[in-house]
Each structure stands twice: as structure tokens, then as C-alpha cells.
């Protein structure tokens, strides 16, 4: 997420962007700003490494992609 994020804010660098509080969705870099602390919280091991992501099920069945609470 936090490559695409970057990717859709590169894209968009030209354009001008209206006020957050009008806008449907969070200015770019907040959200990946979110999007990392997400991944620290998350998946960060005690030494300090990031532990790897969770491989997708091979039955089909949903991804959980909930926010840590």
C-alpha cells in the first residue's frame, strides 16, 4: 500500500489538490504515513526487524486486513 500510495501522489504531483476538509479521502502523505505506522505496529519484531507478511490463503478464503486496535 504505502508503494501505491507513493505512486498515486507521484502521479498527482502537478495537480492542484483541493483542502483535506473538502476532500473525500486523507491528503497522500497522511495516508502513508498511516500506512507505515500500520506496518510497524503490526509486524514489527522485538529486535527491531519487520517479521514477513502473511501469505494469502490458497483456498480463497478473505485476507484479514483489519487495523490493530
Known amino acids: 500500500m504505502v ?9 498527482n504531483k ?3 489538490a483541493l483542502p483535506e476538509f473538502l476532500s473525500t479521502h486523507p491528503e497522500m502523505q ?8 500500520i506496518i510497524r505496529e503490526k509486524y514489527t519484531l522485538p ?5 514477513p507478511p502473511p ?4 483456498n480463497g478464503a478473505p485476507v484479514d486486513v483489519s487495523e490493530p486496535s
Do not use: E, V, W
Not at 55 to 58: E, Q
Open 3 to 11: 508503494t501505491f500510495f507513493a505512486s498515486l501522489k507521484d502521479i
Open 14 to 16: 502537478d495537480k492542484a
Open 30 to 37: 497522511k495516508r502513508i504515513d498511516r500506512a507505515n505506522m
Open 47 to 51: 529486535d527491531g526487524s519487520l517479521r
Open 55 to 58: 501469505a494469502l490463503p490458497s
